[in-house]
């Protein structure tokens, strides 16, 4: 790879992490091309990308980001590393490790080396459970929706059981704390 070569892929990756906020590092080395192309397909039905490179390269692109990730860089970037993109939801490439290793393909790859959710580092294996289950954005705002409707919604069973008249209000709400 020349000189000019490395310095377009050292752009390409530094405007995917400035454009995606969460990302993935594993390493799936060891896997087969068969194993790789089922994961790159579970990745791609996922709407994320996956895509493998050389450390060196993945570190002067981390570098020249605003937030800082010495940490990550010092202790993530060994061995064969894998990068997997997600713009929206930040457990989406968590689940999708999770789902392939259910699928028999293997039983422990890609193995999690660290991950950077809105700039929070995780590093380790052992983060890859927490961060399936984490909720995406829209599962929140869904959940504070249902919250906010949920006193609108019983103020209207409650006109609606009383004969929609306030007297019929007043009843009802009085038998219930009772």
């Given at each position: 790879?020349?000189?000019?070569?490395?310095g377009?892929?050292?752009?390409e990756?530094t405007?995917?992490f400035?454009e995606?906020?969460?990302?993935y590092?594993t390493?799936?080395?060891g896997?087969?091309?068969e194993?790789?192309?089922?994961?790159?397909?579970l990745?791609f039905?996922?709407?994320?990308e996956y895509g493998?490179y050389?450390?060196?390269?993945?570190q002067?692109a981390l570098?020249?980001l605003?937030?800082d990730?010495?940490?990550?860089?010092?202790t993530?970037?060994k061995?064969f590393?894998?990068?997997?993109?997600?713009?929206?939801a930040?457990n989406?490439?968590?689940?999708?490790?999770?789902k392939?290793?259910?699928?028999?393909?293997?039983d422990?790859k890609?193995?999690?080396k660290g991950?950077?959710?809105?700039?929070?580092?995780f590093?380790g294996?052992?983060?890859?459970?927490?961060?399936?289950?984490?909720?995406?954005?829209?599962?929140?705002?869904g959940e504070?929706?249902g919250?906010l409707?949920?006193p609108a919604?019983?103020?209207?069973?409650?006109?609606?059981s009383?004969g929609n008249t306030?007297?019929g209000l007043?009843?009802?709400l009085?038998e219930?704390?009772?």
């Amino acid at each position: 790879m020349t000189r000019e070569e490395k310095g377009l892929v050292i752009e390409e990756l530094t405007s995917k992490f400035a454009e995606n906020s969460n990302f993935y590092i594993t390493d799936a080395s060891g896997l087969t091309v068969e194993q790789i192309n089922a994961f790159r397909k579970l990745c791609f039905e996922a709407g994320i990308e996956y895509g493998v490179y050389k450390n060196t390269l993945i570190q002067k692109a981390l570098e020249k980001l605003d937030a800082d990730y010495t940490e990550f860089t010092e202790t993530v970037l060994k061995g064969f590393s894998g990068i997997i993109f997600s713009k929206e939801a930040a457990n989406t490439p968590a689940k999708v490790i999770r789902k392939y290793r259910k699928s028999g393909m293997s039983d422990d790859k890609p193995m999690l080396k660290g991950a950077s959710i809105d700039h929070d580092l995780f590093i380790g294996e052992e983060h890859l459970k927490m961060l399936s289950e984490l909720k995406s954005k829209n599962e929140l705002i869904g959940e504070v929706i249902g919250l906010l409707q949920s006193p609108a919604k019983n103020v209207i069973a409650a006109l609606q059981s009383g004969g929609n008249t306030l007297a019929g209000l007043v009843k009802t709400l009085s038998e219930r704390e009772q």
